[in-house]
């Protein structure tokens, strides 16, 4: 998926951190943040600094994550103690005093892109817990907030990876046979063919009572469950973006391909309409992959 680079924002952040030893330049890089930001935060947790001298701290901590992941995403592993630093901090402030709603989204969310970088490692997982728990602290005063409801449905396809992965091989060992789960146009000109066809349906649904496919299903539904709610939430705002529509429709395609061939079109028909209504936005190009599933697909949904 395409992200944004955060610039403009990181520049209007950086106009509410104060002057003085808390300041961050933003036109410093360096290649590990353990020489300075990271021992001020340590330093800081039980020191006598002001709220907002606290959240200015991470706020640049966050501006210097965000900077690695525009500038050089392969550091990912030089950031993840400062990560954790900066949602220690911010567990001991209520995030109504972190700043506007516009600021707690945007920290939330740059914390959340390092998150899922790599979801299987382990020493990502508290950050992502805590962008979860932060993303639901939002949506208990604001049920419809739209960067929550995304955050979430993210994180959520994020945690079906490695189910997904798993699930990906076991289809490819079966695809010989045809057996595969995704959409397809069957033709019954023989008696073989339809005999073919039973054998692969039998197959596909045996194979979606297995563990992967089981585990991945417990993801997958509520991912598309708050990215569902997102896209509403967008179109009512008239935010709609194809980012949000493309993972939505990525969702969809991947709870197709782990759920039952008795119900799994509906699942497909959904991603495609999604991919449709993506193709249709100004200025938004779908992904190779997206847009070769678009047109093998597209065409068995009217």
Same mark, same amino acid.
């Given at each position: 998926?395409?992200?944004?680079?955060?610039?403009?924002?990181?520049?209007?952040?950086?106009?509410? %951190?104060?002057?003085?030893?808390?300041?961050?330049?933003?036109?410093?890089?360096?290649?590990?943040?353990?020489?300075?930001?990271?021992?001020?935060?340590?330093?800081?947790?039980?020191?006598?600094?002001?709220?907002?001298?606290?959240?200015?701290?991470?706020?640049?901590?966050? !501006?210097?994550?965000?900077?690695? &992941?525009?500038?050089?995403?392969?550091?990912?592993?030089?950031?993840?103690?400062?990560?954790?630093?900066?949602?220690?901090?911010?567990?001991t402030i209520p995030l109504a005093?972190?700043?506007?709603?516009?600021?707690?989204?945007?920290? !939330?969310?740059?914390?959340?892109?390092?998150?899922?970088?790599?979801?299987?490692?382990?020493? &990502?997982?508290?950050?992502?817990?805590?962008?979860?728990?932060?993303?639901?602290? %939002?949506?208990?005063?604001?049920?419809?907030? &739209?960067?929550?409801?995304?955050? %979430?449905?993210?994180?959520?396809?994020?945690?079906?990876?490695?189910?997904?992965?798993?699930?990906?091989? %076991?289809?490819?060992?079966?695809?010989?046979?045809?057996?595969?789960?995704?959409?397809?146009?069957?033709?019954?000109?023989?008696?073989?063919?339809?005999?073919?066809?039973?054998?692969?349906?039998?197959?596909?649904?045996?194979?979606?009572?297995?563990?992967?496919? !089981?585990?991945?299903?417990?993801?997958?539904?509520?991912?598309?469950?708050?990215?569902?709610?997102?896209?509403?939430?967008?179109?009512?705002?008239?935010? &709609?973006?194809?980012?949000?529509?493309?993972?939505?429709?990525?969702?969809?395609?991947?709870?197709?391909?782990?759920?039952?061939?008795? !119900?799994?079109?509906?699942?497909?028909?959904?991603?495609?309409?999604?991919?449709?209504?993506?193709?249709?936005?100004?200025?938004?190009?779908?992904?190779?992959?997206?847009?070769?599933?678009?047109?093998?697909?597209?065409?068995?949904?009217?």
């Amino acid at each position: 998926m395409q992200s944004r680079s955060g610039t403009g924002e990181d520049a209007c952040i950086s106009q509410h %951190i104060p002057s003085g030893r808390h300041t961050y330049d933003q036109t410093t890089t360096s290649t590990s943040p353990d020489a300075d930001l990271l021992p001020q935060l340590r330093l800081e947790m039980n020191s006598t600094l002001t709220t907002e001298q606290r959240v200015a701290l991470c706020k640049a901590a966050v !501006i210097r994550i965000r900077t690695m &992941l525009r500038e050089s995403p392969g550091d990912w592993r030089d950031y993840v103690n400062l990560a954790h630093m900066v949602t220690q901090h911010l567990e001991t402030i209520p995030l109504a005093q972190v700043g506007p709603l516009s600021e707690r989204t945007w920290m !939330i969310a740059s914390l959340q892109q390092l998150a899922l970088l790599n979801m299987s490692d382990a020493t &990502l997982a508290g950050v992502a817990m805590w962008c979860s728990r932060a993303w639901l602290g %939002i949506l208990v005063r604001e049920q419809e907030n &739209l960067a929550a409801l995304h955050g %979430i449905g993210r994180l959520w396809l994020a945690r079906a990876q490695p189910a997904l992965t798993r699930v990906h091989r %076991i289809d490819g060992s079966n695809s010989s046979s045809g057996s595969s789960s995704r959409p397809s146009v069957v033709s019954f000109t023989s008696s073989e063919d339809e005999r073919q066809s039973l054998q692969a349906t039998r197959e596909a649904e045996t194979r979606v009572g297995m563990p992967d496919y !089981i585990e991945a299903r417990g993801f997958l539904q509520p991912a598309t469950e708050y990215l569902e709610r997102a896209v509403a939430s967008a179109r009512s705002q008239n935010l &709609l973006s194809g980012d949000l529509l493309s993972v939505t429709a990525e969702a969809y395609m991947s709870l197709g391909n782990t759920s039952s061939p008795r !119900i799994n079109e509906d699942y497909y028909r959904r991603a495609v309409r999604l991919l449709r209504a993506a193709t249709l936005l100004p200025d938004y190009t779908l992904s190779r992959y997206l847009a070769g599933y678009l047109e093998e697909y597209g065409r068995l949904v009217e």
